[in-house]
Each structure stands twice: as structure tokens, then as C-alpha cells.
């Protein structure tokens, strides 16, 4: 009862005093006082975060889990100062509240590392952007598109839409392949005739059927050359560079037409041979 009389509302107070109409009237203004800060305080911690929503909606080159992660920044730091303010008015000494948050904080921080470095990882992923929402990355040995970024973990959707949940101190501390970067890419194929075939026909059929195809691109430019003397084969390395979207799909399709394009024009293609030798026994 001491502590509870120490505070500013009720120093000069004696218990007959608490019941008293006056007394009751203005411990009932403070409340209503804390509660109007309180309703204001949200208010506002809304209103920001939706500002700071639209913003994300208006720029759509952004990326939106930086814009998240500020709205969220921006309503738990609102709601933190209202917190202060409604205490204050009922006398509470604010940075005793401080220190004793303070406190409580480090303690949790030390039983919660993990959760802890995963956070600093999520703030380091949104602020530095070396992955971003929609895009096609390889992460901790998971390909697949980026679903969304938040404070403590990565999701992602593989090839086969499984979800994946990747910590973000997994994230930040692996190596990132990110597809989606650039906006063109270098596709590679390699592609064997036989040895007695007419690599100059050859090569002429390889870059016909690649180039005219309108997902080539002619700059930078193209390389089909001859790059390998196989077993049975002669083999012909080709790189050309088209749009990051168009990649997978160019790929495959120009593996089944060169084929196609080298068989109808009589270019052989290689097959493993053997030869055998069969020594006859004299004695027999």
C-alpha cells in the first residue's frame, strides 16, 4: 500500500480520502484522459501504416516487404510512445517503465539468440534487397520463387509449389543464386554430329534454327563453335542470350528443334560404337 501511495496521483492521500466524490472524479478524468491517448495513439499507428500501404500500392517497382516491415515499425514505435503517455497520466514515472522494459529486453534477447539473429537477418534481407518477392532464387539449397520476406523467415514455392520455410539467418548466411537479377541470360547447349559430318553444314544448321527464333538475341553475340572432340562424336558449344523470362522455355524447345533441323538435313548424329576382336583358337 506504501508503493501504491508514493506515486504522484496519490501522494497526499489518506484512504478516507479515496472514497471521497472529488477524489473519484478525478481519478475518473484520468482515466478517460488515458483512454482518449490510447484510441488517439492507435489511431494514428493506423492511419501511418496505411499511408505507408498505399505508398507500396502507388510504387510498384518497390518491394513490398520493405514497405511491411516499415508499416510494422511504424505501429509497434506509435503504440510504444502511447503506452508512455497513458502510464504518465496516471503519474507513473516513465523511465523508471524504461529501464525496467530495458532490463526485461536484455534478458529475453539472451534467452532468444536464434530468434533474435533471425530478425537481425529479416532487417538486413529487407533493407539490403538481394532477394525480393517474386523472384526465382536458389536459397540454402531450395530453388524455387520467392513468396514473401518477413522479420523472422523466408517461404518460398518450389517447381512442384511445395512451400518451403527458410530461417532468414539461413538466408543471409548462404549463398544466393537469384535467377531473376538480370534481366537477360546466357542459355547453353551443346550438341554432338558424328565425325564424318560437314561441320561447317553443321554449325550453319545449329545457328540458323537458334537465331531465328525471336527470343535470340543477336547483341551480345552468339557463340557456336566447336568445343569438344568426343569418343564418338564432335560436339558444338552454343551460348546465346535472350530475355531472364524466356530462358527455361528457350532452352528446351531449341534442344528438340536443332535436333529435328540436323536430321532434316542429313547431318548424322553420333552413337556409341564398339569394335570387337575375336581371337580364333588354331588348336581347334
Request: aromatic share 10%; glycine share 8%.
Amino acid at each position: 500500500m506504501q508503493k501504491l501511495l508514493n506515486t504522484e496521483i496519490w501522494q497526499g492521500t489518506t484512504l478516507a480520502d479515496i472514497f471521497t466524490l472529488e477524489f473519484l472524479a478525478g481519478l475518473l478524468g484520468n482515466v478517460l484522459a488515458a483512454a482518449a491517448i490510447l484510441v488517439l495513439g492507435l489511431f494514428i499507428a493506423r492511419t501511418v501504416r496505411r499511408r505507408i500501404d498505399r505508398i507500396a500500392e502507388r510504387n510498384r517497382v518497390t518491394d513490398k516487404a520493405l514497405f511491411g516491415f516499415l508499416g510494422d515499425l511504424a505501429w509497434y514505435g506509435i503504440f510504444a510512445f502511447t503506452l508512455l503517455f497513458v502510464l504518465n497520466t496516471f503519474g507513473v514515472r516513465t523511465t523508471s517503465v524504461v529501464a525496467l522494459f530495458g532490463a526485461a529486453g536484455l534478458a529475453i534477447g539472451l534467452a532468444l539468440q536464434g530468434t533474435l539473429s533471425n530478425l537481425a537477418a529479416g532487417v538486413m534481407l529487407i533493407f539490403f534487397r538481394p532477394i525480393k518477392i517474386g523472384d526465382f532464387v536458389v536459397v540454402n539449397g531450395v530453388m524455387g520463387t520467392v513468396k514473401d520476406i518477413s522479420m523472422n523467415y523466408t517461404e518460398l514455392a518450389d517447381l512442384q509449389n511445395v512451400q518451403h520455410i527458410v530461417p532468414n539467418s539461413q538466408v543471409w548466411g548462404s549463398t544466393i543464386l537469384n535467377y531473376s537479377a538480370y534481366d537477360t541470360r546466357r542459355v547453353e547447349w551443346s550438341f554432338g554430329v558424328g565425325y564424318g559430318a560437314n561441320l561447317a553444314q553443321a554449325e550453319a544448321v545449329i545457328r540458323e534454327t537458334i537465331m531465328n527464333d525471336p527470343r535470340a538475341h543477336a547483341e551480345p553475340e552468339p557463340f557456336i563453335q566447336v568445343n569438344n572432340l568426343g569418343d564418338s562424336s564432335v560436339d558444338f558449344l552454343a551460348r546465346i542470350w535472350c530475355a531472364a523470362a524466356d530462358a527455361y522455355g528457350f532452352q528446351t524447345d531449341m534442344t528438340r528443334k536443332v535436333k529435328e533441323a540436323l536430321d532434316a538435313a542429313g547431318v548424322p548424329i553420333p552413337f556409341p560404337t564398339r569394335t570387337l576382336l575375336m581371337q580364333q583358337d588354331s588348336a581347334g
